[in-house]
C-alpha cells in the first residue's frame, strides 16, 4: 500500500514569508505525527494527532508554528513570518492503533 | 525533560562482524522504544521495536534488549553487511506506543567490507 506522502519535497523562502506543508498519512491511520530533524540530528518532536484533535502539541517552538488536521487524514504544517533558524526537514510520520511510526520523505525548508 | 541518549555516536565495523548500539532512557513512564534506520537522504525507516513487557526481541539478523530497571536498550546487528551502512537512531515514547518519540542523536555505522 502506499506510504506516507508529503509535499513539497522541497521549499525555499524567504525570511519572514508563511509556508505551509502538507502530510498524507497512510490510509486508515488514526495517529499522525509532526517532527522536524536538523542535520547531524535525530527528528525533534513538534506535534501529535488522534483524529482531528491535538493530542499533544507541547513540541511546537513557538506561536509561529500551527497545524491542523481538520478531517482526520491529511494534516499541514503552517508557518508564519519564517526564520532563518526555521530550516530543517519537517518529518510526518502516522501510525495505527498497533502503534509503530512509519515517516514520510519530508520536505526540506530553507529560509534565506 | 525527558532525556535518550544514545552511544557510541560512530562506529566502524569489518563487514561480517556483529555492531551494538546503546541507548538509556531518563521517563520511567516510557514503554514504547522503536529503533529507526535513516540512509542519507532518505526517511527513517522502522526497523524493530520492544514495548516495556518484553526483554528482547529478534528478527533475523537484529535484535533488541530492553532493560527497564536500568533504562536500558540497545540494538544489536549481527554478520553486518555493506548495506548496513547507515544512520540508526533509538526512540523513547512518551505515553504508549503512539504517543510522541523522544530520539536519541543517532549513530553512523560504517560497514566496511
Known amino acids: 500500500g502506499a506510504g506516507v506522502s508529503q509535499t513539497p519535497s522541497n521549499k525555499v523562502t524567504e525570511k519572514g514569508k508563511y509556508v505551509e506543508l502538507r502530510c498524507d498519512p497512510i490510509?486508515?491511520?488514526?495517529?499522525l505525527y509532526w517532527y522536524r530533524q536538523s542535520l547531524g540530528q535525530g527528528p525533534e518532536f513538534l506535534i501529535y494527532?488522534?483524529?482531528?484533535?491535538?493530542?499533544?502539541d507541547s513540541g511546537l517552538p513557538n506561536d509561529r508554528f500551527f497545524a491542523v488536521r481538520p478531517e482526520g487524514s491529511v494534516s499541514t504544517l503552517k508557518i508564519q513570518r519564517t526564520e532563518r533558524g526555521d530550516s530543517a526537514v519537517y518529518l510526518c510520520?502516522?501510525?495505527?492503533?498497533?502503534?509503530?511510526?512509519?515517516f514520510g520523505p519530508g520536505t526540506r525548508l530553507t529560509v534565506l | 525533560g525527558e532525556n535518550v541518549e544514545q552511544h557510541p555516536s560512530t562506529l566502524s565495523v569489518q563487514e561480517g562482524d556483529s555492531a551494538v548500539i546503546k541507548c538509556t532512557y531518563s521517563?520511567?513512564?516510557?514503554?514504547?522504544f522503536p529503533w529507526y534506520k535513516q540512509e542519507l537522504g532518505k526517511r527513517p525507516q522502522l526497523i524493530i521495536d520492544?514495548?516495556?513487557?518484553?526483554g528482547e526481541k529478534k528478527d533475523q539478523r537484529i535484535a533488541v534488549t530492553l532493560n527497564k530497571t536500568a533504562k536500558h536498550f540497545s540494538l544489536h546487528i549481527t554478520e553486518t553487511q555493506p548495506e548496513d551502512s547507515a544512520v540508526y537512531f533509538c526512540?523513547?515514547?512518551?505515553?504508549?506506543?503512539?504517543?510522541?518519540?523522544?530520539f536519541g542523536k543517532g549513530t553512523k555505522l560504517s560497514v566496511k567490507p
Open positions: 510520520a502516522s501510525s495505527s492503533q498497533r502503534g509503530g511510526q512509519f
Open positions: 490510509s486508515g491511520h488514526t495517529a
Open positions: 494527532f488522534q483524529g482531528t484533535g491535538a493530542a499533544d
Open positions: 521517563d520511567s513512564a516510557s514503554n514504547y
Open positions: 520492544i514495548r516495556s513487557n518484553v
Open positions: 526512540a523513547a515514547s512518551i505515553g504508549g506506543s503512539q504517543g510522541n518519540l523522544i
